[in-house]
């Protein structure tokens, strides 16, 4: 791995790390409870910062699939791999978190919502490009496979957003992207964006991290197949 | 014209082979019937009314037999290795596509046929009373079923999972045609006016043309070596 990506990625995980503590005494001690939902509310501020990694990765995986397919460059199908991997564990953090705010909020542990059957496919067209990867014996067509996989499911995401949120509506609405700003108490809202900040910094480093080591793997990959210098047998010319 | 003839000539090929081998129509047809029968028992009609059910009986009935023939798209090229050759034909990769698209799609079209008949038969529905928007409605939808299945049917048989990949890359991304295909089916069986479809016919037709387009476009990916 180089020293780059190596240093670029521990201080960014350090960072992250240490946004994720004070974030947790943010949601533990010093924002205020909601109103009416009363304190499962905190939950909140881990499940909305991962559902925006969980989207961003994808947004990766999807251009970088693209160029990959363009330009054939290694790197960029390393750099999709390594945020598939950040973004189908963030998308768990979401689906996992959803629940256990639902049941509370809503009663529910599940219902067909819009937001959560799209996190929910999310998650299913990660492990499709997971699939395709690992079942096939020749590494260059899993690659490919799973770059077609990415870009059919990036631009299939938002006809399956328009259509499950044109069959139902019951998520609560958005509180901060909206057009006569947002509605949220400052405090709120500072804990959220130090929640975006931590879980975008954590997942940069994993993506660092994990694609250092596809780039260590490749290389001695590279250097298993290349021609061992083996001394010349005695006796031989020359 | 010349990529009109060149797809023609996909088209013509794949038909020809069905029509000699029947071995997809067969095995897409017999599992439409079968499913009928199996519907009769799992689903108790003094509890449930199957008009009331009829569209996403019908839906799931047309995908799942659908998935068994997309899926063999390209094994029987694959098998006697048959597909080399193709590619070697002069044939653009988006011809290619296109024309297995197109194949499929008339295939498809013939089971589709075969499903509203058995529904039919066996439960007594009705259709409501637009036989022109039903068609639309469904056609479209199962032309982006079938592009986006013929496009994944390809990857699937170079895997060493086969047709079982099929399903899992296919159906999170089949949501809107599900969606709008069977609540669009629904109000039509219900006799309502054609004009409360036109939102979602012009989904399906959103959706038909990504897939197509995506398709075309991805598959000289998917069959390069």
Known sequence: ?????????????????????????????????????????????????????????????????????WLKD?????????????GILFTSIVLLTGPLWGRVAWGTWWTWEPRLTL??????????????????????????????????????????????VWFRSLHPAPVVMKPEGPSLDPRMLA???????????????????????????????HREMAPRETPAPEGAAQ | MDYLRQVNAIIWKDLVVE??????????????????????????????EPQAIAAGLIWMTIIFGGM???????SLEEEEGAFQGILLSPIPRDAIFVGKVAANFIILTVVTALVFAVFAL??????????????????????????????????????????TLLPILVFPLLIPVIIYGVTATATLFEGRPVAEVDGNIRMLGA?????????????RFVVEE
């Open chain 1, 1 to 69: 791995m180089s020293a780059k990506i190596r240093w670029t990625g521990a201080v960014l995980g350090v960072l992250g790390l240490a946004m994720i503590l004070v974030l947790h005494w943010m949601v533990f001690f010093w924002v205020p409870t909601e109103r009416t939902m009363g304190v499962v509310q905190r939950i909140f501020y881990i499940h909305v910062p991962s559902a925006w990694v969980a989207f961003m990765a994808f947004g990766i995986v999807a251009v970088c699939s693209a160029i990959y397919l």
């Open chain 1, 74 to 86: 290694e790197r960029l199908d390393m750099a999709a791999q390594s945020a598939a991997e950040g």
């Open chain 1, 119 to 164: 996190t929910l496919l999310l998650w299913f067209i990660y492990v499709g490009y997971f699939l395709v990867r690992a079942s096939t014996e020749n590494p260059q067509r899993g690659k490919r496979f799973a770059a077609v996989v990415g870009i059919v499911g990036a631009l299939d995401i938002p006809l399956i957003h328009l259509s499950v």
């Open chain 1, 191 to 221: 804990t959220l964006f130090v929640g975006l900040g931590a879980s975008t910094l954590i997942f940069l480093s994993f993506f660092l991290f994990r694609y250092g080591l596809e780039r260590m793997r490749q290389a001695s990959a």
């Open chain 2, 19 to 48: 029509l000699r081998t029947r071995e997809r129509v067969a095995a897409m047809g017999g599992f439409t019937v079968l499913v009928g029968i199996l519907f009769n028992y799992a689903i108790d009609p003094t509890v449930v």
């Open chain 2, 68 to 74: 068994l023939g997309l899926g063999r798209t390209f």
């Open chain 2, 122 to 163: 066996f439960f007594g529905l009705t259709f409501g009373g637009h036989p022109v928007a039903l068609a639309g409605v469904v056609l479209l939808g199962i032309l982006g079923f079938v592009a986006l299945g013929t496009l994944f049917s390809a990857v699937s048989t170079r895997t060493s999972m086969g047709d």
């Open chain 2, 207 to 219: 959706f038909s043309a990504v897939a197509l387009f995506a398709g075309a476009g991805l598959f």
